[in-house]
């Protein structure tokens, strides 16, 4: 099987996720279809974050949300980058780092850069 392989549509994991909670395990599951047992685990354990029945993960909003928020970061490192060697050199992007821990404290650093960048941008 390729190592990259298109997701399972959003139906057939809620499917899954439903007969795991009716009590038929990851493993025969896995056995009759085609996913791993982990990746059906891990379905429903996200299933249950994102209906508030865990504390221990983000919900798949905020992973969303993270994901855009970081995209947005790099975006706007680029462009600083480029602001600051008008001189006609090429930009040198330093690599975005992936932050680690809570939801909230990563998108609060990134609001920070977004911060910092309307900051410089403006005085100039």
Known sequence: MPK???PYPPEFRARLVELVRKGRTPEELGRQFEPSAQAIRNWVNQAALDAGQGTDGLTTEEREE???????????????EILKNQSGTAPTVPPVRRE????????GALEAVAVS????????
């Open 4 to 6: 990259n392989r298109r």
């Open 100 to 107: 680690t821990g809570n939801a909230a404290m990563l998108i």
């Open 66 to 80: 993270v994901r855009r928020l970081r995209r947005e970061v790099r975006q706007l490192r680029e462009e600083r």
């Open 117 to 124: 960048f309307m900051v410089t941008s403006r005085a100039r």
